[in-house]
């Protein structure tokens, strides 16, 4: 019998491949002596393991290209240091093993780094990463971090962070399955980003056997272990079927009576922008630049690779819609350079644009290359701040974009309730909303978007996370001026029709759901969507309001 596990399905379609694990950090290995005479085999084992490790180290970036290629180059170089290689042999000379002498010589380098003042203490990470590689490699268990393999895999993991996966092989990932995580933690955002089913929430996730063959239905969240052939075969064809049939339709986003819906794309970079073309998008509602700045764990990147990057992204929609989010610092995206070590509660801190005003010289570098990539290109630029919590803030970020000359449309994210409830005064700062549903349903429920426990108030069916959509979209209607979505609410259809029936003016969400919201908006009436949308509302509980708007969509 297949056994079957229940999770929560955040990214559409269907993986069967076999389970990798993504390593934990390496354990301390045991304090053991050895005798004299095994001296120089546990030696030329240690040599080895650094040796390949740097080996390791360069193919990855050799891969990565760009300025990972530097930062791996210089952690290969560290591996293969010839001061931590002479003391690694000193240490074993007197006894320690292979392992323990490496985590040893490591643990003197990295405390003499650490002391050396800001530059070398940043690289603190990078030497530690070298050691739990060098000792996950001499004690035989799996390699912190990515998997290593040549075969595509289903990645199963605690939770993911962006930082994990930046490196990631995306054409060995066929899906993701974790343990924690809601349906707006990063690892929902990555799969869909990539276009890759994914299940999160999912209880005991971290102890699937290595190897052993999943099957993940990123709709329903079910993860069958070792499914049958027949099942396997039965699941790849249900799924490919429906596919196709969405493949099928294209064109601008509208409902079924011509109410048009611009149905944009959300991105993290120019590797994103094929698989958003791919799927119809008629622009960029959502471009997450962190990971531009996570490139460098020291230092925000020069003007001038911004430049390059950003001018990647507006080349590929000419006259289309591109909204850029300034950089978003903080809680669930830290960044060594910006973001301070020691909050007690970082989703409450200094976070998203008041980060960016903490430090207003990488604000103004973002908005001036932004300027120059826009330069000469018949784009329609837009730029937004993340986590604007009143007019203040909006005032603040609109006079930023101002003090350098920006053309460019410039608009506040609704993250926090408090945003949504005073839209109308925001409005009067600038020119367009987008709400963040993710973050807007961790404040409105004080649930916290990277604890799977807490999933459930994280549901964006929830009714109070419609009243607030609801809010901030009828100041806008009242105004006349945008009102987007552009957090994951975006990506389920049939919640997508009850945002355009509460008012929601543009929809944003990770490529691969493009197809969905376009086909559940093209059989449904505005009036329709806008019935649903009531409906939604009256509910007490999120299940209550996915219900009751499925039945009015269904003109049950
Ligand atoms: C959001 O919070 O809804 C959002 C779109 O931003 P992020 O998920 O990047 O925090
Ligand atoms: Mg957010």
Redesign the pocket.
Known sequence: MDETLQGVGVSHGVAIGPVRHMGTAALEPPEERIPVERAPQEQAWARQALEAVAADLRARGNLAGGEAQAVLEAQALMALDPELGADVRRRIAVGSTAARAVHDAVASFRAVLAAAGDYLAGRVADLDDVRDRTVARLLGVPMPGVPDSDEPYVLVAHDLAPADTALLDRTLVLGFVTEEGGP?SHSA?LARAMGVPAVVALPGATSLEEDVVVAVDGSTGEVVVAPSPELRAELRRAAEERRSALASASGPGRTSDGHRVPLLANIGGPADVAAALRAGAEGVG?F?TEFLFMEDSERAPSEDRQVEAYREVLEAFPEGRVVVRVL?AGADKPLGFLTPADEPNPALGVRGLRTLLDHPEVLRTQLRALGRAAEGLPVHLEVMA?MVADRVDARAFAEACRSVGLRAACGA?V?VPAAALRARAVLQEVEFLSL?????AQYAFAADRQVGAVARLQDPWQPALLDLVAAAAGAARETGQGCGV???AAADPALACVLVGLGVTSLSMGPAAIPYVRSALARHTLAQCGRAAAAARAADTAEEARAAAHQVLSGE
């Open positions: 707006t955002i959502l997450r978003d993340p994210m993250e963040g549903t993710n973050d807007l552009c957090g994951e």
